[in-house]
């Protein structure tokens, strides 16, 4: 069992980093570096995310139980958002599309991949997606934030 958690583990590291390589290939390259210390931004973040975010993701930004293991239906927990997460290893940019776009197979998610993440671009504007992430970012240790800040200007270039 572990060995195939292991394997099952691999994969899915794997394939997100082709789906990250293939994000950056041709792309709108969206919004530049997200500062979270625009305390405004932060405040109104926080609010949206309580309200369209927590119910998955945590109202901490722990994620559910277990968001490396598939579910019965083979689609993965929500995770989260918290420095425990991976969300920090995206560019700000692709971060910005799957909460407009939710996760798309080929683009932000492998190839044939189902996600529960919904698309909030019906629901939510731009500047509250940008101040959404302007807050899940304003939790991070500053390594984390720096790390995640050097991803995103590399993949801008």
């Not at 958002?81 to 599309?97: E, I, R, V, Y």
């Not at 509250?128 to 590399?154: C, D, F, G, M, N």
Request: net charge positive; charged share 20%; hydrophobic share 40%.
């Amino acid at each position: 069992m572990a060995n195939k958690t292991l394997i099952f583990g691999v994969a899915g590291v794997v394939a997100l980093g082709a789906v990250a390589f293939l994000y950056g290939v041709g792309r709108d390259p969206g919004p530049a570096f997200i500062d979270p210390s625009d305390k405004q931004r932060v405040v109104v973040g926080k609010a949206i995310y309580a309200n369209y975010c927590a119910a998955c993701h945590g109202a901490s930004l722990q994620g559910q139980p277990n968001w490396r293991e598939r579910q019965p239906n083979d689609r993965l927990p929500a995770p989260p958002h918290d420095k425990t997460g991976h969300t920090w290893h995206h560019p700000d940019a692709m971060l910005f599309d799957m909460v407009k776009n939710g996760l798309v197979p080929g683009k932000t998610a492998p190839a044939g991949y189902e996600s529960d993440m919904p698309a909030y671009r019906e629901i939510l504007t731009d500047e509250e997606i940008i101040s959404v992430l302007a807050y899940i970012k304003s939790t991070w240790p500053p390594k984390v934030l720096q790390a995640q800040k050097e991803v995103t200007v590399r993949q801008s270039k």
